[in-house]
């Protein structure tokens, strides 16, 4: 199970136990949802790196500012998901 169905996987068996428990295909719905996570997180992220201005920096410095772009788009999207 990859990184963000492993996280949705586990909000819902903590946080609504009897939700979880009427999933009857929990490896496949969570992968799912995961996917979709992460495809949530990449459409985001793009959309924050056309709208964002990154003016000439260096490749260290660029690389930090799409990372913490990245960080932001990931966050927004977790909350989504996981509230």
Do not use: C, W
């Not at 963000?4 to 719905?29: G, T």
């Amino acid at each position: 199970m990859k990184k963000y169905s492993k996280l949705a996987r586990n909000h819902v068996e903590l946080n609504h136990p009897e939700e979880f428990q009427q999933i009857r295909d929990s490896e496949a719905y969570f992968l799912r949802i995961g996917e979709d996570m992460a495809h949530q997180i990449e459409k985001r992220t793009s959309q924050l790196l056309k709208t964002t201005d990154l003016p000439q920096q260096t490749f260290i410095e660029r690389l930090e500012a799409e990372t913490t772009l990245r960080f932001q788009a990931e966050q927004e999207i977790l909350r989504a998901y996981l509230t």
